[in-house]
């Protein structure tokens, strides 16, 4: 009898799926990955990494590209900002132009700049100022956003002397664990909404939305739509100009492997680069013209504009050198061995640890999940703990939730069948007991 998940669709990995449970067949798929190479450009500090959806690893690539802009310091110093390849001066435009295809757009509606939060409080920002007279002004969220999302936009409404109680509406989930798509399109009929702000992919249980489904129904009723692509960003495909994406934000050091604090980016559609940036900053000038030190903004032309600060060089630097790999091994590659990776992980979690009282937290559809899969037990935490002490990085989310993610540059399918083998071991043999029940978050 197949299995159906909480939408009532059809459990499509366990109907389809040969699970050979065995530490060969797994080998056997390893070669068999077009995309296995890669894992040997990278540097895993531990037998298997999994968190790759909260810090990527360095790549030779990434290392190489810092190392530049280090050598250009060096060598150049001032003269870096124009005389450097590719000159830090642009910066987040090149970046931008080599992010363009990894999200579906066109080069000038991206740009690279700030840093998530940052770039939240931009562009709900300026679409709040956007809004007309008696235009809505209310925005939709969710209740399983990552919290920075509601902390910005709060900011962002306080300082509009809008109250947050009243123009912060929140739709909840029905399990806990996901977010219906008519439910959404429900609260948008519900509220006075002028921006719907959604993640592409909920941070704990690895679910992804239906971005284009949300966005035409958004547009339908008049209300911009945009999204949070932190956790899909280098790992899932998006085709934001064609869907009609109203504008977007990302970190870049997570499946883009760019490093701790990366710089992040934007992605704003070109209907409305006629907007002025609520967060106005030198950096994001008219370029031509940014030296000149005018004291009135002129904005650049497209994305650019929402720069604020000075890029920071060595928080860029390893993007392009990340990118590079990203793009060589291409983004829809990507995502096929991403499902292939965490519809096994799902397999065997289903054969190995489910009578042991480990419960899939992750849509089972693959077109409704992300590159992670979040394992749900009582004892989480102190099995997370006890998962790193044997070289196996996760992360652990409260209460219950052990978040594996099988980045696909560098997770062999060995690996994931290494990672629930231990699983099983220490459940089996109740080793994670003598760890402290308060494990960190990480």
């Avoid at 995309?35 to 895993?44: A, G, K, M, P, T």
């Avoid at 810092?66 to 870096?80: E, F, H, M, N, Y």
């Amino acid at each position: 009898m197949p299995r159906r998940d909480e939408d009532g669709a059809v459990d499509s990995d366990r109907t389809r799926h040969d699970l050979h449970a065995d530490r060969e067949s797994a080998r056997e798929r390893d070669r068999a990955d077009p995309l296995s190479e890669f894992r040997q450009r990278f540097e895993i500090p531990d037998a298997h990494y999994a968190a790759g959806n909260s810090l990527g690893p360095i790549s030779d690539a990434a290392e190489a590209s810092l190392q530049r802009a280090i050598d250009q310091w060096r060598d150049l110093a001032v003269r870096g900002w124009t005389e450097a390849e590719p000159p830090w001066f642009w910066y987040g435009e090149r970046l931008g132009e080599q992010l363009a295809p990894v999200v579906g757009a066109e080069p000038a509606e991206v740009v690279v700049a700030n840093s998530t939060t940052v770039n939240i409080h931009t562009l709900i920002g300026t679409f709040l100022d956007g809004c007309g007279r008696d235009d809505p002004t209310g925005v939709l969220v969710n209740e399983l956003d990552f919290p920075t999302d509601h902390y910005a936009i709060r900011a962002q409404l306080r300082q509009r002397e809008l109250d947050p109680d009243a123009h912060l509406h929140v739709v909840e989930s029905r399990d806990g664990r996901t977010i219906r798509t008519d439910d959404v399109v429900a609260a948008m009929d519900a509220h006075d909404v002028g921006i719907v702000f959604m993640p592409s992919v909920l941070y704990r249980s690895g679910q992804l939305l239906d971005v284009e489904a949300i966005t035409a129904a958004a547009h339908e009723r008049g209300i911009l739509a945009g999204f949070d692509l932190a956790h899909s960003i280098g790992v899932v495909p998006h085709q934001l100009s064609e869907i009609g994406v109203d504008f977007a934000v990302w970190c870049s050091y997570k499946y883009l492997n760019a490093g701790p604090g990366a710089v992040a980016g934007l992605y704003v559609n070109e209907r409305h680069f006629d907007e002025t940036p609520a967060l106005a900053g030198w950096w994001g000038h008219e370029k031509g013209t940014q030296f000149e030190m005018n004291l009135e903004y002129t904005p650049a032309a497209g994305a650019g504009a929402w720069q604020s600060g000075t890029i920071p060089v060595f928080s860029a630097a390893p993007l392009f050198g990340a990118l590079e790999l990203v793009n060589e091994a291409g983004i829809e590659a990507i995502r096929q061995k991403s499902i292939a990776l965490t519809s096994y992980l799902i397999a065997l979690a289903d054969d190995r640890l489910a009578d042991r009282g480990v419960a899939v937290g992750t849509p089972r559809e693959p077109a409704r999940r992300g590159g992670h899969v979040a394992l749900e037990h009582p004892e989480a935490g102190r099995l997370s703990e006890a998962l790193r002490d044997h070289g196996v990085i996760v992360d652990y989310r409260p209460p219950n939730v052990i978040r594996v993610a099988p980045s696909p540059l560098y997770t062999s399918f060995e690996a994931v069948f290494d990672v629930v083998d231990l699983l099983a071991e220490l459940l089996a043999d109740r080793r994670y007991e003598a760890y402290d029940a308060e494990s960190e978050v990480t």
